[in-house]
């Protein structure tokens, strides 16, 4: 079974920037496609970006449109988030999750997630 | 975007309860429907999918049933260990979108 550790979260100001990496051992996440999902503090669920199995095709919410890019590695079962002019409302514990097929688009069966990491946009 | 709601938004209940959980969607979505458990502190775990499969090590007290708009989430013989926020996500369309929550707490 697939383990998921996020890294790099923290604290940033706004319009700075930030990566979130996401790497996975236990089994191979090279045939699957991979999303980030985050949670404000004490908030629901909210889907952010996915990006298919190959790394060729990729979507994003549209409160992230345009700022955000989420890109991945294989061949170091890495996943990444490259978070640029970061806003207040960014806040939030970022988690990296596996997806049961190869395209990021739905029908999504997010399984397993990591543990997150907490990013903090202020001043 | 689809939208998603839950109710209750909180349930009180005592070990060995039955929870029942309902879930709602703005628009169709056949059985695109996942139920997340979530525990202070720690990330989603998969419950069911497909409306009502059980994902593999989910104990049977939990099921899921529904299509279409209306989906519900039942808990038989509620442990300590289920005391949890739960939450809806439609799989039918992009975005993903996810209902916000019902927390099960001890009464």
């Known amino acids: 079974e697939v383990q998921l550790v996020e890294s790099g979260g923290g604290l940033e100001q706004p319009g700075r920037s930030l990566t979130l990496s996401c790497v996975a051992s236990?089994?191979?996440?090279?045939?699957?496609?991979m999303h980030w999902v985050r949670q404000a503090p004490g908030k629901g669920l909210e889907w952010v970006a996915g990006?298919?199995?190959?790394?060729?095709?990729?979507g994003y919410a549209d409160s992230v449109k345009g700022r955000f890019i989420i890109s991945r590695d294989n061949a170091k079962s890495s996943l990444f988030l490259q978070m640029n002019r970061l806003r207040p409302d960014d806040t939030g514990f970022y988690y990296c999750t596996k997806d049961s097929a190869s395209g990021w688009t739905p029908p999504n069966l997010f399984d397993p997630w990591g543990q997150g990491t907490l990013v903090t946009v202020s001043s | 975007d689809i939208q998603m709601t839950q109710s209750p938004s909180s349930v009180s209940a005592s070990v060995g309860d039955r929870v029942t959980i309902t879930c709602r969607a703005s628009?169709?979505?056949?059985?695109?429907l996942l139920w997340f458990q979530q525990k202070p502190g720690k990330a989603p775990q998969l419950l069911i999918y497909?409306?009502?499969t059980l994902q593999t090590g989910v104990p049977s007290r939990f099921s899921g049933s529904g299509s279409g708009t209306d989906f519900t989430l039942t808990i038989s013989n509620l442990q300590p260990e289920d005391f949890a926020t739960y939450y809806c996500q439609q799989a039918n369309s992009f975005p993903a979108t996810f209902g916000p929550g019902t927390k099960v707490d001890i009464k």
């Open positions: 236990g089994s191979s996440i090279d045939d699957y496609a």
């Open positions: 497909a409306a009502s």
């Open positions: 628009q169709g979505i056949s059985s695109w």
């Open positions: 990006i298919s199995w190959t790394g060729a095709s990729t």
